[in-house]
T-cell receptor, first 110, second 113 residues
């Protein structure tokens, strides 16, 4: 069964304090690993797609990396506006549905 | 470039009632998926529509049904509402045969009393 586990559940950082969020997954035939940002009461906002181990993508202060078993979302020098829940999802060979983790809620204080 | 739109934004219903939620996909997209997101949880897949047919279904009862129209817009219907159906309902669209990226709408917050 395809499964995604994200850690930690919650993370509090000071502005400028870099850190990483983890997404561990088990899937039959990975067709893509996706990172989304979700603000309270809003729909998820697409950030990155990673397709194969060793791949990296960057956008502003965010960098996503992928291995055969997990993905990391690195946040460099975060700002308060980076506060949100970050969701990880996988797409397996078996179907067309995204399988999501529960998310990591990031709070950045100034 | 129009993104995914959903209506209504919020909805309050009582147990046993029926509800219809609507979704218009991102411009150029032809495949629509519906997800349910309970508070503090990740989105859970309900079903996906392509070419006006249900392509795949998640672990949801038959009370949940859907439809896709020729213009690719979609509806989610839920019958005999239960308190546990209270959630944020998300619509996502993608282009069949393109990248697997799915883009989400703002969601409909359903509260069942």
């Amino acid at each position: 069964e395809d499964q995604v586990t994200q850690s930690p559940e919650a993370l509090r950082l000071q502005e400028g304090e870099s850190s990483s969020l983890n997404c561990s997954y088990t899937v039959s035939g990975l067709r893509g690993l996706f990172w989304y940002r979700q603000d309270p009461g809003k729909g998820p906002e697409f950030l990155f797609t990673l397709y194969s181990a060793g791949e990296e993508k960057e956008k502003e202060r965010l960098k996503a990396t992928l291995t055969k078993k997990e993905s990391f979302l690195h946040i460099t020098a975060p700002k308060p506006e980076d506060s949100a829940t970050y969701l990880c999802a996988v797409l397996g060979q078996a179907g067309t549905a995204l399988i999501f983790g529960k998310g990591t809620t990031l709070s950045v204080s100034s | 470039d129009a993104g995914v739109t959903q209506s209504p934004t919020h909805l309050i219903k009582t147990r046993g009632q029926q509800v219809t939620l609507r979704c218009s996909p991102k411009s150029g997209h032809d495949t629509v998926s519906w997800y349910q997101q309970a508070l503090g949880q990740g989105p859970q897949f309900i079903f996906q529509y392509y070419e006006e047919e249900e392509r795949q279904r998640g672990n949801f009862p038959d009370r949940f049904s859907g439809h896709q129209f020729p213009n690719y817009s979609s509806e989610l219907n839920v019958n005999a509402l239960l308190l546990g159906d209270s959630a944020l309902y998300l619509c996502a669209s993608r282009l069949a045969g393109g990248d697997n990226e799915q883009f989400f709408g703002p969601g409909t917050r359903l509260t069942v009393l």
